[in-house]
């Protein structure tokens, strides 16, 4: 059966600024990973950052002309219809001539043209030496800027195009694509407003300082509900056990290792939450008594006997959190197991997985699940990538939160 995969930016319109600086050439790949992502992307550049990627590389990843030319009667048109279709305009790279143009509302190209014409966010992702970004004439366009409402990610520190190593690298492409998705779903996201809480990943309950007793959870789950949620406008507080994800951007993570970590943690984040989606795997027993000091391997041949204790069940200690998810990561009896869960867990629905399924569970990209609600109702749902998973789930908390859900 196919898998169902909605892609983030299916349906929307990105408008990509380029400007004339060295990194000019990443934002082929970024107009590329926009359109991978589902979204028309339409190009206008200035002059000089044709000096450094030409027009026709962007017209062949996005399969839309490009437009430099401002005093060309149809790019003139053109670029009043890119500035109104835009869901997002964004500017990378945004060299510091560029944001000083932007600033004092100059419009001498079709980069600073379009910023003018656009009632769309804008999104600057700026790329320049060091010294340029410090400068107090860069820093008060920035400021100036930002007071407008103007949104930027980075400049990042590390190596610049002039051998030196400070601030002003132009932020990584995945970084640029998250901004994109959060700007717009903070703008249009039916979950715009909304506190979103997250667990994923496994806890990590220690044995000795070098050993613990943990499971197979990576994190892709709840990092994939996280992204889902941001995307549709949510704030999200993503509180994660180890795992070996980056944190995508927009989104506040909280690190912890174990369970009473995690409780913690996952107090904290629901004081204000208007939803908690319990996707984690907690241990459910830790070691009564950990050693301060490596266990030491026996000369004989007897067994190692490790007395473990009950943890807490965190989703039923938590008090409220609104719209309660929890998950049952089942063997066998998927739905006795998964239905006893939801009224001990005090749940509104219950995301139930078979972990020993093909592609379902631990480690994998995709997950078929069935929802468990406390009314009774259940629903399959079909093989699909966990973002489509969690796309799934958040329609079924966004009715919940439509129909009044309070914390
Ligand atoms: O991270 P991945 O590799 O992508 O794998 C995803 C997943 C398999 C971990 C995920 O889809 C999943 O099933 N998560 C729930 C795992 C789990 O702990 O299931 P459970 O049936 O043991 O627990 C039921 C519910 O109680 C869960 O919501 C769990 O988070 C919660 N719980 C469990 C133990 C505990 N001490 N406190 C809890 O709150």
Redesign the pocket.
Known sequence: METPSPLPLSGKHVALGVTGSISAFKAADLASKLRQAGATVEVVMTPAATQFVTPLTFQSLTGRPVVVDMFAAAEAEAHVEVARRADVFVIAPATADCLARLAHGMTSDMVTLTALATTAPILTAPAMDNQMWEHPATQENVTTLRNRGVEFVGPMEGRLASGRSGLGRLAEVPQVVGAVRMLIGQRSGDLAGRHIVV????TQEPLDPVRYVGN???????FAIAEAARDRGAHVTLVTGPVALETPYGIHRVDVNT?AEMLVALEQATADSDAII???????YRPANPSAHKLKKSSDEGALDIELVK??????TLPAGGVRV?????TRNLEEYARQ?LPA?RLDFIVA?D?SAAGS????DT?QVTIFHSDGRHEELPMMT?YAVGLAILDRVATRLSRGASR
């Not at 197979?216 to 709840?222: A, F, L, Q, V, Y």
């Not at 929890?326 to 089942?330: D, S």
């Not at 569970?361 to 994998?364: A, E, H, R």
Request: charged share 20%.
């Open positions: 667990s994923a990943g496994g197979r959870s990576t994190g892709k789950m709840g369970v319990m996707s984690a795997a907690p241990a459910d943890n807490p069940d965190i989703i039923a929890g998950f049952a990561a089942e869960k867990k997985n972990v569970g631990f480690g994998t997950n966990k």
